[in-house]
């Protein structure tokens, strides 16, 4: 059972990596031609909506991180403290408060991200995507790393 929520842990964070990073690509460069390279056609998505699909991919990855939090005390973090790993250590425990971070940022990205999207707010928009991408991003790769080193035996 760990295993699988395990994996669904992870599909569920690339799918959330993948609309986090399409929508920060969107407000660093905003579309002003649909043609172009692949770089200016990946930043050609209308921003806005990806918001709610972010908004729940976040939490429901972060609850699945938080239930095999449990396994993850009682195996892994025995193992990375047995083995020294303290940089994939630490790095995991930065997580943890990276991702709590990003759940009391929500309401506002939610709320700078609401139609008709004001143009006074468009630098607000883009610190708060950008600081959710960030956090997306770390999470992912520290996860990441970290299950490289104790492997998927559970």
């Not at 990375?80 to 930065?94: D, H, I, V």
């Not at 990003?102 to 006074?120: D, I, K, N, R, T």
Request: without cysteine.
């Amino acid at each position: 059972m760990w295993l699988a929520l395990l994996i669904i842990h992870g599909l569920l964070a690339f799918l959330l990596l993948g609309a986090v990073t399409h929508q920060a690509v969107s407000v660093w460069m905003p579309a002003r031609a649909r043609r172009g390279n692949i770089v200016l056609r990946f930043g050609a998505v209308p921003g806005a909506g990806y918001t709610n699909a972010i908004i729940v991919l976040y939490i429901v990855t972060a609850i699945f991180g938080g239930w095999i939090y449990t396994l993850y005390r009682i195996t892994s973090r025995l193992t990375l403290e047995q083995g020294q790993y303290w940089k994939t250590f630490g790095a995991f425990e930065l997580k943890e408060h990276f991702i709590a971070l990003g759940l009391a940022v929500l309401p506002a990205y939610w709320y700078y991200w609401q139609a008709p999207l004001a143009e006074q707010h468009a630098r607000t928009r883009l610190i708060l995507t950008t600081l959710l991408a960030l956090l997306v991003w770390w999470g992912f790769i520290v996860g990441h790393l970290t299950n490289n080193i104790r492997g998927l035996a559970v």
